[in-house]
């Protein structure tokens, strides 16, 4: 009797391209709403936390939501290999937007200090912890394996979008009706994903391609061990590491003083993070129309290469204009590599571990990687911003000397 495994349904069914499926573009939507309202969150929670308390208070409530999701991330990947996907992601954002706008009530009917809005802090980050393994593990159930780089184009350009859209909506949202409006607001966005994930039509795993159930414990183990022994996977999520612990640090903090010492101010600041934008938007945006792209082991290592020499050379840049075209490159680069290496974890997962392989990655790039913030810039501080960029891009070279030294991760390739 012929098994039919989980591949052999995606290499048969019939499909559209993803960026012309209105089941994918359900899903981009509902992902889009979810984003925006995220980033109109984060507004409004700064917002009202700096109104309300000290500026150290305002910084403790704005990272509170990082120690939950750090903690939990792991579990949240063995809910979502074992509740299925887009359960996890349709609860995720009911209880969040149900956390929303009862602070929203609450900043309506009184002044209640910070005690809710740390509170609300906390509960994102604990739904995060779910949430961003489950969203991770989505797209392979509503598409196939040969869309998955397209769908990771698509996905980049919703959050560039958000990163564009949000924060405006949330500070005209402030300025309308304060952070209780801001909140509202929020929550009003998020609620919008809710029916039209409902709507999303999933591939269930058929029997063969679903892991044994045990015990939470067991299959936190089983998902482990699964990521390290895995020939392609190990290698990936180690590049990814090295590549975004070397990013993240002169992208944010490192940035921020970087111009300040050349003068360039906030707004010279806000034309080489858009530089950035355009870039990665242009990733993700060739990405969407061409759909698969060969050699991806090896594009994702030398684009990783190619991206940590920019980011060395950031530093060095004698004018705004040559920082902004170079922050351009660095994020077509950093896009390009972060959907190719999203796409080959993808489609290198089997279908039963993904929640759990995404929850790593998420690990690594969400609750981790914001630790090298406070050290780059007391690193910065210390020997300025030339030596930390330097040392920042070697750290993520470092990921592309991974990707292209293990042969099978440089020769892996998307699948048709």
Known sequence: MTTVTHETVQRTAPGLPAHRDPNVLRWLTAYTASMVGDSVYYIALSWAAV??????????????????????????????????????????DAVRCAAVLAVAALLYATTPGLWPLALLALVFGAV?????????????????????????????????????????????????????????????????????????????????????????????????????????LAPLLLAIALCDLGFVGPLNVGLTLLADERGWGAAGMGWVLSGFGVGAGAASLLLTLRGRLPHAGRLAGWSILAGSVA???????????????????????????????????????????????????????????????????????AWGTGPVFVVSAAVCGLGGVVALSVPVLRRAELPR
């Not at 809910?79 to 995720?92: F, H, K, N, Q, T």
């Open 128 to 232: 995060d912890a779910v949430f961003m393994p489950a969203v991770g593990a989505l797209p392979a159930r509503v598409t196939s394996r040969g869309q998955l780089a397209r769908v990771q184009g698509m996905r980049g350009l919703a959050i560039r979008f958000a990163s564009v859209v949000g924060g405006p909506l949330g500070g005209l949202g402030v300025a309308v009706g304060g952070a209780a409006a801001a909140f509202s607001l929020a929550g009003l966005l998020i609620a919008v994903s809710v029916p039209l994930l409902c709507s999303v039509r999933v591939r269930e795993l058929p029997a063969d391609d679903r892991a044994a159930a045990g015990t939470a414990w067991s299959d936190l183990r089983a998902g482990l061990r699964y990521v390290r022994r895995h020939r392609v």
């Open 311 to 381: 980011i060395g050379a950031l530093a060095f840049a004698p004018t705004l204009v040559t920082a902004v075209g170079t922050a351009m490159l660095i994020g077509l680069l950093a896009g390009l590599s972060g959907a190719v290496c999203g796409a080959l974890l993808q489609t290198q997962a089997a279908p039963a571990y993904l929640g759990r392989v995404t929850a790593v990655s998420s690990l690594v790039s969400v609750g981790l990687t914001p630790l090298s913030m406070p050290v780059s810039a007391a690193a910065v501080g």
């Open 51 to 92: 109104q309300t308390g000290t500026a150290a208070q305002a910084g403790l409530v704005m990272t509170a939501s990082a120690v939950p999701r750090a903690l939990l991330m792991l579990g949240g990947g063995v809910i979502a290999d074992r509740l299925g996907p887009r359960r996890v992601v349709i609860g995720s």
